[in-house]
């Protein structure tokens, strides 16, 4: 038999194939490495995509026989999302593997390529992380931003590891950094370092519910969350020690708390005048808070914020792009900032998370 053929839904083949597509580079080294693996089988298929560095397979029903191929992923692509139908019903001809994808209407042949070649896209077998994916996107999002996505040091990663039945999360790119832990019912021991930018596209594509499985072993990390497989390679390399610059950073002398979204506005403000150097000054003094900035080619500007303080008065400068950068993922009515001197880290943590905190580096005035 030359012909085998297999029927999925479109709105479900194209949300695997969006997802999957993700891991096609724009301009593959091989042509191979720009088609997308289709496979196959009785009652489920799937959709797998990789560039060596990151690998993406997608599952869903179908109902047909078993065969598997390679489709270029744009062509792919392009044609199902213009498709209006229901169902869609793929035959593949074994013989030239060329795929005719067929409606009630309409009908498409595609010149594909054997699969023999594809590169193996494993996936987890033993996770040694459990977690609700609903937390590990939050984590994610809450600390992957603070990584370097232009260095091609360890500064691009986040490092993701286990420690006493919690899994950390922390990144840094020298001039801020977030931290963030949650308790596992179980967890066996990891320690890599992934890319950031690799973290915020898996986070994005992974399902709001379920439990994501996680596996690192070699130089590779796997996730699993029900229909989405991921496997990325590691970044080599030391990462900086998160417990030593806890130690460093002191105990705070001036504590503030403050309206999220006031000090936001004053961050917009302010980055209307300080967009070059990002050089802003807080004067903290009392329960009135002055945030400025002074430019000698645009002007300046200074808001006034009210706030809960406690402790002695500072002035302290900062790059508002950074403290902008926080409070765009902060997702309290408050904000907590504790200063130790205007040479020291700056703190800033979200009310009702105990096991999240993020630094900022201050700027000399």
């Known amino acids: 038999?030359?012909?085998?053929?297999?029927?999925?839904?479109?709105?479900?083949?194209?949300?695997?194939i969006s997802t999957a597509a993700k891991a096609v580079s724009p301009n593959p080294v091989t042509p191979l490495l720009g088609t997308i693996l289709l496979?196959?089988?009785?009652?489920?298929?799937m959709v797998s995509a990789t560039n060596f560095e990151l690998g993406i397979s997608y599952t869903f029903p179908v109902k047909g026989e078993e065969f598997k191929t390679c489709v270029p992923a744009k062509m792919f692509s392009a044609l199902v999302d213009v498709l209006h139908t229901d169902e869609i019903e793929i035959r593949l001809n074994q013989f030239d593997q060329s795929a005719i994808i067929m409606t009630d209407s309409s009908t498409s042949n595609i010149k594909c390529a054997a699969a023999d070649e594809f590169p193996i896209i494993p996936t987890v077998t033993k996770p040694q992380v459990v977690m609700p994916v609903a937390q590990f996107k939050e984590m994610v999002q809450r600390v992957a931003f603070a990584s370097n996505p232009t260095s091609e040091t360890v500064l691009a990663g986040v490092q993701v590891m286990t420690e006493n039945k919690n899994i950390i999360m922390f990144a840094t790119d020298g001039y801020h950094l977030s931290y963030e832990e949650f308790a596992l019912k179980k967890a066996a021991?990891?320690?890599v370092i992934v890319k950031g930018t690799t973290l915020e596209l898996i986070s994005r594509i992974l399902p709001d519910e379920g439990d994501i499985e996680i596996q690192a072993e070699g130089n590779k990390i796997m996730f699993h969350c029900e229909n989405v497989h991921v496997v990325s390679q590691l970044l080599n390399g030391n990462y900086p020690d998160h417990t030593m610059l806890k130690k460093g950073i002191g105990k705070a002398k001036t504590d503030v708390t403050i309206s999220t979204i006031e000090l936001f506005r004053a961050c917009r403000q302010l980055k209307v005048f300080s967009a070059d150097t990002g050089k802003t000054r807080l004067d903290i003094n009392g329960l009135v808070i002055r945030y400025?900035?002074?430019?000698q080619d645009k002007g300046d500007a200074d808001v006034t914020l009210a706030a809960v303080t406690k402790g002695a008065p500072i002035v302290v400068g900062l790059n508002v792009h950074l403290l902008y950068n926080?409070?765009?993922?902060c997702k309290t009515a408050q904000v907590q900032i504790e200063f130790v001197s205007p040479q020291a880290p700056i703190v800033l943590k979200m009310e009702g998370y105990r096991n999240f905190y993020h630094v900022i580096?201050?700027?000399?005035?």
């Open 326 to 329: 926080f409070l765009e993922i």
């Open 292 to 295: 400025s900035t002074i430019t």
């Open 361 to 365: 580096m201050p700027v000399v005035l």
């Open 39 to 45: 496979q196959s089988g009785k009652e489920q298929g």
């Open 189 to 191: 021991k990891v320690n």
């Open 1 to 16: 038999m030359t012909t085998v053929n297999t029927t999925v839904k479109r709105d479900v083949l194209s949300k695997a």
